[in-house]
Structure formats: C-alpha cells, structure tokens
C-alpha cells in the first residue's frame, strides 16, 4: 500500500537538511543529504502505518498545497539597543479538511513556528501571519531571532510512503465496498519485536545474568509464564525491551529463535467495549492467534491489569486468560513492584501462583552508570541535544540525594528526559544540536520538585544567615523554633539527612496564634516557593474512633485524604494541626511515617514521606501556663519556664514511643511588644498591596499611631497575632474601599490612616502632581530613592529566576548589569544571594514630557514628568527616553529582607507614581 504526506525541507547551511511531516513536526529527521533525510523520515512513517491504522487518519492528506512568502519586521534587542529585524518566513496555504466548509477558506501554516490557524478568506494571510510572529516573538534577543533566519531553501515537497498493512479487508456484508479491520493481534496488542527489528526501543545493560534465567523459564516446557518484581524505574521494561531484541537476533540454536513478543494492557483489551461479551470475543481472538505461534504475551503493568477487573460487571480478563496459562497454551510475561504483586495476590491468589516470580534488583556502579550513558546518547540522537558528563553526573547525584522513590537509573533517565523538554520548549534553533549542561539538569530538577535551585546545587553556596532571614521575614519573634528550622535546611543541603525517614519532624508547642502555622507555611515557601505545598489537616476532624483510616483509605480499596495528596505531590511540608485531638489511631499512623517514612493506603500502594517535612502542632499546656495579662517579653528569665511547662505537658499527654520519634519538640514563646508591632506593619504592608489599590494607583500613608491604634484595637495575648487579621479588615480594608466607592472615577492620588478617638478613620489627602515637579525637584527626588530602585528590580529578577521564572528575568540581571559596567560600576550577585553594587547603581528612566501609559504587571501605570533642559542627563537617548544617573556611596542590600518587605514588583506602590515608572520599565526592558 501507499500513502503519500508533505514535508517541509529546510537547508541548514554548513549543517544539512531538516525534514518534518508537514503539521506533525515531531515526525522529523536530520541528515547532511536531503534524500538520505526523506529515506529516513519513509522508514519511519511505514513502519507507523503498518503497525497502526489509526496513524493514517491522525494525518489527514492536504490538498491544494501552494507556498507564499511572508516578510515581517520586527523589533529584537542587542544588549541594550533596539535593532529593526526583517524576517521572511515561509507559509503554506492548502484547502480545508472538511468538503462542506466555506468557500474560499483556506488553512494557513507556519512551519517553522509550528503553528496552523483557519482562515475564511486567504487575502487575510499575510495580516494574520504577522499578528502572531509578532504576539510570539515580540521583543526577543536578536541572537534567538535567527534561529528563525530564512537561508533561502525551504520547500512543501510530496513523500510517497510504500508500506505492508498490519491488518486484513473484510467484506461489511453490505455491498462491494470494504472495511479495514486489524488482525486479532493488532486489535489487542502491540508487536515489540517488530518494534525492536526497528531499533527504536532502549536496551538493557548489566542484565546478562537475568536474561539468561528470564529466558530458561519462558522457554520450559511447563509453568513458562514469569513477573519480573521490582520498583519503579529498576529497568524492568528495558528487560523485556532486551529479550525482544535478543529474540530477533537469535541464530537457529538459540531457544529464542523465530520467538515473538506481543505486549498488551488492561486497558487496550477493554478499549471500545460497550456490550456484553465484547471484551471476551477480542480476548478470545487474541488467544487463538497466540496458540498458532511461538510468541510470549507481555502484560506490562499487572496492576493495570486487574484494575480492569469489575466484579459487578463481570470482567475479569486475569480470570479469562488463567486457563490458557495453565494448560501451557498461553506465556505470559509481567511486570509488577512488590506491593502490586502481594494487592494482586489479595486480589486473584490463583493467577499469581501461576507465575514465576523473578526479582529485579536495581544496578550499582559502574553498571548504572553505563546504563545511564546509553540511554542519553538514544535520547540525544532522536531530540538533536548533547549531554555534556557533567550532566550525567548531575542526574544521577539530585536523584540519588532527593530521590521521589523511582529506583535508578530510571529517575535519572526521566530527569534527563525532562531537562530536553525545558530546552527544546525555549525559543531557540531547533535544528542545530543543544549541549544540555548540568545546569540544564539543575533547573529541571528545581521545576519538578520546586526546591530553590541554592539547595540543590552543589556548586551554589547556601549562607545559613540568609536562610534564617528569609524565614525571620514571615515569622517574628520565634527565633528558637527558626534556628532549628535553618539547620534542616542546610542539613539537606549538605545531603546529611537520613534518607529512610522525614526531610524532618517537628513538634511545636504553645499558644495559640504566636506563629506555629506560619512557621510551616514560611519553610514550605523557603523550601519550594509556594505556600500551597503544605498538606494541611485539621486534627479535630479525625477525633471519632476509627477516622483516622481517612487518612489512608476513603473507599474500601481507595485511597486515602492524607495518602492521596503525598502521592500526588511528594515534596511538601505536612502540617497536622492540634494533633493532641486526633484520635488514637491518628498516633499510631505516625509511628510508621516517622520510623520509616512510608504508609500503607487502602489500596495496598506504599506511599513514601522521604521528601516531606511532617510539622505537628499543639495547644497543649497553654490553658494551664502562668502568664501575664499583658506582654511577656521573651528575654525574661520566665520564658524557659514557660518552654518547660509545654514540653511537660506534652511528655505526659503522648505516648514515649510517638515523642521518642519526632526529631524536634519546639516550645514557641508569648508575643512581646515589639514583636506584635512588627506583625502588626506587616499585615498593614501586606493588605495595602492588594490588588484594587495598585490597579487605581492609591497611596496609603499611616504613622506608628496608626499601627498602636490597631495593636490595642485587635491583640489579645489569649488569642495571638490572628485577631489582628480581623482589625485589619474592619478598621483600614473596609474604610478604605468605601471612601474609593463613594469617589467613583475621581479617585483620590492617596489617603491617609489617621486616629480618631478609640478607632481609625480614612481622610484623603492632596499631593503635588508628579507634572509639577522642577528638574532640581526629579533629581533630587532620584537621589532620594536611587538605591531602593535599583536594588528592588534587580533582587526581584533574581527571586523570579529562583523560582524558575525563565530566562526573562535572568535577561533583566545581565542587561542591568551590562548597564552598570558601562557606566564604570561593578554588580556582584554574590552566591548567598546578596547584591553588592558600587559605583554608579541606579537609572531613572523619564519619558518626555507628557502623559504615557504601559503596560506594568496586572495594572496600569501613569506618569507625566516635566523635564527642563538645563538638566544634567547622560548623552544617550532612545526614542525620547533619558537615563538621569545617581552616583551615592557604594551599597549592600539584604536580598531576601527587602523582597519580603516589598513583596510582588507589581504590587510596589510607594512613591507618586515615578518609581512605580523606574520599577516596571526596568523590570520589563
């Protein structure tokens, strides 16, 4: 049979030719001939559309195929100038699938883009193509921009494809024509010795000794049928890929000669099956063409297998096939880890004494290592990429240290897997080959897991300083229970934490709302960014007898609250509140997660606690402990009395063997004065930072009068800081938007928080329009506020790329430090984080006088400044843009200290609107 496709054909000079189906771009090859790239590219889709009917439909045949070229000019940057950038692409305009479509519809595509869009009228092409270059590659570097450079050699050329169907014609009983139907194996099953005929299956390494047993049992006369037992990633599947390969390799001695391999699952046998004895008739056609042939069926996931087994609608396909396996008709070959094997077991004790069972243990040394080596060189010749050792290296080390429970090498190759997926999704030149370096692998890991990339790389020095200023800038006044928290971190850092139990295990004791939850909450944000990796319960809901199998199964068979969420997300912080309410069986649940890091859930699955930090809290003794009515300064000789009294109560509320196991019990002290002031300007920060505020450009001013007010107005030293929240709420939120929602489109530049008799009004006051200001008044002005802008946009990019914000914000850091070079001043990102910047460190950019709108984060921000001649400016100007310079003293900002005081550069709104103007334009180029 034949088939014929379009490809697109690129020359790459001095490289070769790129050849990819046209709208399927990942069908793609590579080779320095254009004919040994089209011969190559052929074998390829024939073996597809022998081995899958479904495939020929999946890429429809396009019709009417012309070519136009489209010539677009862009906008690039190069450092710090903006260079006009023309570029011609290639289009391909063809009919639409669909015969009933309008007429005159066409379908546009871009190929180098990757991207197909419908038109209604083709004279719109043009138009619509240069809309989304422009939406795709607005403001890129120049150097990305010619990955898309045109070499004058792009063609829409036909592919006949001459392939031998894997399926057979049969008359419908309806007439002459005819339906294409796939043989009773390809209906049910994959060939994998085909598929290793082809090369395009990994190999196995180190595994001789294996194979050698796997092939002896599969080959014995009776009880032939094997379940290869072992963790995820042990290479299990790259055995079975190994004895394919082996058995069409073999000569006429080999007992693995004229074998075959055909894999299957539960799902593909019941896929489309809608009646009664539909599943039994295909299962069926599958067992009369195994009996006809020496061929081995590989069942790949056994527990896969017996999820399709419904009792209540009677498929049972492990009962279905047991006969045949026991009457030797039927090899049968599995995979399973040891907790799918003893549910399968439970589940059908039958069908799993009819196996035998064969353990996988996982490679060591050199074995994995070059394992590992070979499955990159595969990975890197079909996605065109380079793995540097180092990366290698690399892999292996993160997933070894930080490990989710995939047994190596296969967290590796999966880890490598996706480092190729974050290069290959960057606008860069997708034909030449990418070196992916360590850091490459670094990065991938930090995405993945969300650790900050200072934790994970060994070559990044982590200051416990500023581990402990950066937690210090969420929780006040706690530092005993922080300082322990600091060292979990730089003992997992240093790979020094056991790696059979918890990240670590806390007990915080005290009264209520002095900063025990936001403690969890802090490190969660430390260790992985976001808050929302704490799983979080609440323990009163688990006090009835018997609700703590919640936690491990809601179903009988399911899964459970607790055990579901770890699965879902293994690295996280898990918090259970007020554990002295949970009942008994909450207690011996944690005697299991605390020993050895695992649980049991309902459906036999272990799920592993090795990646998470297990954080109890407890009110415990705080009824009972002897405190002032007022403040209890924490340096009192009081206060280690008071830590004392919590730990006693404790000791005689839980059982030894539960305490013996938490690795810190952490008795947090009363709030002092000074420290409920603290909370007290940080929550007002942090509401006043809310979005209706910066999106209306409000400024909200209030002095240490304000912040007393609402320190007696909502702190109770029975309740902690958390009354506080509600004061917030009712004496400055809500009198706030109700003066902006009586003032409708006239909303006032900014307000005032002022004290009025036993609560706080909102009085708006007037300001100088920013307009007004002289030149002696901007640069004065500048002056002023240089050093926070500087540092702000500069320490915000370096938290965007922290967390994994791309290379935007890595292009802002380069460029602000190119900036400051050329204007004889050095930039230091030092490896704690700290900035330290000498010489001239901070620009003000100023448009022209007159009002000008951009976009700035989610909101819009305003600005007209007046600017005189007799200024002092630096020469440059682009398009009506100055940069005024400010040469202070040389600086050293505090990186993480002033990121949590400012918070979200989009949420920055001190200052009449000019350094909102600094901020944003230097946050976005």
């Not at 015969?99 to 009228?121: K, Q, Y």
């Not at 202070?888 to 709104?909: Q, S």
Request: glycine share 8%; aromatic share 6%; charged share 25%.
């Amino acid at each position: 049979m034949e088939r014929r496709f379009h490809v697109f054909v690129r020359r790459c000079s001095g490289l070769g030719y790129h050849v990819e189906v046209l709208g399927r771009s990942e069908l793609a090859t590579f080779a320095e001939d254009v004919d040994e790239a089209r011969a190559d590219l052929a074998k390829v889709l024939a073996r597809l559309l022998a081995r899958d009917p479904e495939f020929d439909r999946s890429v429809p045949p396009l019709r009417e195929v012309r070519i136009r070229r489209v010539e677009v000019n862009l906008r690039a940057l190069q450092g710090e100038r903006l260079l006009p950038f023309p570029l011609r692409l290639t289009v391909v305009v063809h009919a639409p699938y669909e015969d009933d479509a309008p007429e005159g519809s066409v379908v546009v595509r871009v190929p180098r883009l990757n991207v197909r869009r419908s038109l209604a009228n083709e004279a719109d092409t043009e138009a619509m193509v240069e809309e989304i270059v422009r939406q795709r590659l607005f403001m890129a570097d120049a150097s990305q921009l010619l990955a898309f450079a045109y070499d004058g050699d792009e063609t829409i050329e036909p592919l006949t494809v001459s392939f031998r169907a894997n399926f057979a014609t049969v008359d419908d009983g309806d007439g002459p024509a005819k339906k294409r139907k796939r043989s009773s194996l390809a209906e049910a099953c994959r060939d994998v010795t085909d598929e290793a005929r082809s090369q395009t299956l990994d190999r196995a390494f180190a595994r001789d000794e294996t194979l050698a047993t796997l092939t002896s049992v599969l080959t014995a006369r009776r009880n032939a049928s094997v379940v290869l037992v072992g963790p995820a990633g042990v290479g299990k599947s790259a055995i079975v890929n190994e004895l394919a390969y082996r058995m069409v390799e073999s000569d006429e001695a080999s007992p693995l000669h004229a074998m075959e391999l055909w894999a299957t699952s539960g799902a593909r046998l019941v896929a489309g099956m809608r009646y009664l004895g539909e599943w039994q008739a295909r299962v069926q056609r599958m067992l009369d063409a195994l009996k006809t042939r020496r061929a081995v069926l590989h069942i790949e996931d056994l527990s896969e297998l017996f999820g399709s087994a419904q009792s209540e609608s009677g498929m049972d396909i492990p009962g279905y096939l047991l006969p045949s396996i026991e009457a030797g008709e039927l090899v049968v070959l599995c995979e399973a880890s040891a907790e799918d094997l003893l549910r399968a077991e439970r589940t059908h004790p039958a069908f799993v004494r009819a196996l035998r069972a064969i353990t996988v243990a996982p490679l060591e040394g050199r074995a994995r290592k070059s394992a590992l080596e070979s499955v990159a060189a595969r990975i890197a010749r079909g996605k065109r990429v380079r793995f540097t050792d180092e990366s290698l290296v690399r892999a292996e080390d993160l997933c070894e240290r930080f490990g989710d429970g995939t047994a190596l090498p296969g967290a590796s190759v999966a880890l490598l897997r996706a480092a190729v997926s974050n290069a290959q999704s960057s606008v860069t030149d997708t034909n030449a080959p990418k070196a992916l370096t360590a850091e490459d692998v670094t990065r991938a890991f930090s995405e993945r897991t969300g650790y900050p990339r200072a934790l994970v790389d060994p070559t990044v020095r982590l200051d416990p300083d500023d581990v402990l200023a950066r937690l210090r800038a969420r929780v006040v006044g706690q530092d005993s229970a922080l300082m322990l928290l600091r060292d979990l971190v730089v003992t997992l850092k240093t790979g020094m934490s056991d790696p059979l139990r918890p990240l670590g295990s806390f007990l915080f004791l005290g009264p209520t709302g002095v900063g025990k939850t936001e403690s969890a909450l802090s490190l969660a944000h430390y260790l992985f960014g976001d808050d929302r990796r704490v799983a979080r319960f609440d323990m009163s809901e688990y006090a009835a007898p018997g609700s703590a199998q919640r936690l491990i199964s809601d179903s009988p068979g399911g899964q459970g609250s607790l055990t579901r969420r770890v699965r879902e997300q293994p690295f996280g912080v898990v918090l259970l509140d007020e554990i002295e309410k949970a009942d008994a069986g909450v207690h011996d649940l944690l005697l299991q997660i605390l020993g050895e890091g695992r649980l049991t859930d309902g459906s036999g699955r272990t799920v592993s606690f090795r990646n998470t930090v297990v954080v109890l809290t407890s009110n415990l003794g705080a009824d009972t402990v002897n405190r002032s009515m007022g403040f209890s300064p924490s340096s009192t000789p009081q206060s280690k009395d008071v830590a004392a009294h919590y730990v006693s109560a404790a000791a005689q509320f839980f059982r030894p063997e539960l305490l013996n196991r938490v690795d810190h019990i952490v008795a947090f002290s009363s709030l002092s004065e000074e420290t409920v002031h603290t909370i007290t300007r940080r929550a007002v920060e942090s509401a006043l930072g809310r979005e209706g505020l910066f999106r209306r450009g409000v400024k909200v001013r209030y002095d240490d009068a304000v912040l007393s007010a609402l320190v007696k107005l909502g702190y109770d030293p029975r309740y902690g800081a958390r009354p506080l929240k509600r004061a917030i709420e009712q004496w400055v939120i809500a009198p706030i938007a109700r003066v902006l929602a009586a003032r409708g489109a006239s909303t006032p530049r900014e307000v005032e928080l002022v004290v009025r008799g036993a609560g706080i009004a909102v009085a708006p006051t007037s300001t100088p329009e920013v307009s007004a200001m002289s030149a002696s008044d901007v640069r004065a002005e500048l002056h002023r506020r240089a050093e926070r802008l500087a540092a702000r946009s500069v320490l915000l990019a370096i938290e965007a790329v922290d967390a994994g914000a791309g290379s935007r914000a890595r292009w802002l850091i380069e460029r602000y430090a190119s900036w400051c070079e050329e204007h004889e001043a050095t930039v230091t990102i030092e490896p704690s984080g700290r900035l330290r910047v000498e010489g001239v460190i901070a620009a003000a950019i100023v448009f022209e006088e007159g009002t000008h709108e951009f976009e700035a984060g989610s909101g819009i921000a305003r600005v007209r400044v007046r600017v005189d001649e007799g200024v002092s400016r630096d020469a440059k100007s682009d398009g009506g843009v100055r940069l005024y310079t400010v040469v202070p003293e040389p600086a050293v900002w505090d990186v993480a200290t002033e990121l949590e005081r400012v918070g979200p550069w989009e949420r920055a709104v001190e200052g009449e609107g000019l350094d909102r103007f600094v901020l944003a334009r230097m946050a976005n180029g």
